[in-house]
């Protein structure tokens, strides 16, 4: 079947280290994102690629990297740099046209202990 | 930039029906989508307007004005499992609002 997977679910990390989610999809799509979701909050962009080997920055970057080496593939890196990691992280992809919605996978949960 | 305006919460009674107001101010416009999320889920798509006008989905429906950066979703006949999170979003660089907290009461 289809679909867009993050692994793994629930993430549990010692302050001071980097962790990597990963992100994939089999969707043959050519746009990929990555969000940061906090409690009672809603989506702020991390990451975006439009495309393979380019991306951009969003909103909310520092701290964060990102490698779109493949095209089903748009792992992203939360360096210690981050000052406050815990939260909902999730990756979507789309067509790439405007209008294409964008699918979400079910998320990664990243705590900081 | 880009800004996305919700109201954070809203209340209505089970088969009623209820409006959820977006706006925005953004540089580039290629559409705007509304979106379901249901607590700890991943959000799922509910429609889609780039042109301005209504478009109808069963019981939502999507309204959007262009020149004045607004839409709405309208929820008719609520349904309790209609409580969720709803957020508007707007291309090209697919940019959420902070989303609007639904619950249906009986």
């Known amino acids: 079947d289809g679909g867009i997977t993050q692994s793994p679910k629930y993430l549990f990390r010692k302050e001071g280290q980097n962790v990597t989610l990963s992100c994939e999809q089999n969707?043959?799509?050519?746009?990929m994102y990555w969000y940061r979701q906090d409690p009672g909050q809603g989506l702020r962009l991390i990451y975006y690629?439009?495309?393979?080997?380019?991306?951009q920055k969003g909103d909310i970057a520092e701290g964060y990297s990102v490698s779109r080496e493949k095209k089903e593939s748009f792992p992203l890196t939360v360096t210690s740099a981050q000052k406050n990691p815990t939260a909902f992280y999730l990756c979507?992809?789309?067509?790439?046209?405007?209008?294409?919605?964008?699918?979400f996978g079910q998320g990664t949960r990243l705590t900081v202990v | 930039g880009q800004n996305i305006d919700q109201p954070t919460e809203m209340t209505a009674t089970e088969g009623a029906i209820v409006q959820i107001n977006c706006t925005y101010q953004?540089?580039?416009?290629?559409?705007l989508f509304w979106y379901q999320q249901h607590a700890g889920e991943a959000p799922t798509f509910l429609s889609y307007n780039v042109l301005d006008g209504l478009e109808e989905k069963g019981r939502f429906s999507s309204f959007l004005s262009r020149s004045k950066g607004y839409s709405y979703l309208l929820l008719k006949e609520l349904q309790m499992k209609d409580s969720a999170s709803y957020l508007c979003a707007v291309r090209k660089k697919l940019i959420f609002g902070a989303g609007t907290r639904l619950a249906v009461h009986p």
């Open positions: 969707l043959n799509h050519d746009a």
């Open positions: 979507a992809s789309s067509m790439g046209r405007s209008n294409t919605e964008a699918f």
């Open positions: 690629s439009q495309i393979v080997n380019d991306f």
């Open positions: 953004t540089s580039g416009f290629n559409g």
